[in-house]
């Protein structure tokens, strides 16, 4: 029986902190054939980095089936990390990393998949990527908001 070729997938990513720690939110496109679903959360106490990382993380576990997965983000923490330094960190048993806890995740729904990962900068008027930018801040400020709201009864 022939091998079926993996799908193609595309993953644009991005993350927002309001303070570093503070609240934040990730969004994220999956593109396929045409197609896309948008995807976005939050976290109340939170750094920008774990925010760029866990839009990443969700937006792979959405993928029902092993693929080839395009990781485009403005993050040069997580496309350098995705490239390259996480052989090394493995191999160092984390030692010295931060985010380990959300490290070990991306590793565990990333492994029935093959990965590579593309850096662009970012607000410089690349449509996907400000798109998931106005998400991410979307649900940053929408979990602030509710943080006050909670705060002041």
Not at 13 to 34: K, R, T, V
Not at 65 to 85: K, M, Q, R, T
Not at 97 to 102: E, G, I, Q, R, S
Request: proline letters at 3%; one cysteine or more.
């Amino acid at each position: 029986m022939e091998k079926q070729p993996l799908k193609e997938i595309t993953l644009y990513a991005d993350g927002s902190s309001l303070g570093n720690p503070g609240p934040g939110g990730y969004g994220g496109i999956l593109e396929y054939n045409g197609k896309s679903k948008n995807f976005s959360g939050a976290s109340e106490h939170t750094t920008n980095n774990r925010m760029e990382l866990l839009g990443v993380i969700e937006g792979l576990k959405l993928l029902k089936e092993p693929c080839s997965v395009h990781v485009v983000s403005d993050s040069s923490y997580v496309v350098n990390a995705i490239n390259g330094w996480l052989a090394s960190w493995i191999k160092k048993d984390f030692k010295n990393v931060k985010n380990v806890d959300l490290w070990k995740e991306f590793l565990e729904v990333s492994k029935v998949h093959k990965i590579r990962a593309t850096w662009v900068r970012g607000h410089n008027g690349h449509p996907k990527n400000e798109e998931c930018d106005r998400m991410a801040f979307k649900e940053a400020q929408d979990i602030k908001a509710m943080i006050e709201e909670r705060k002041n009864g």
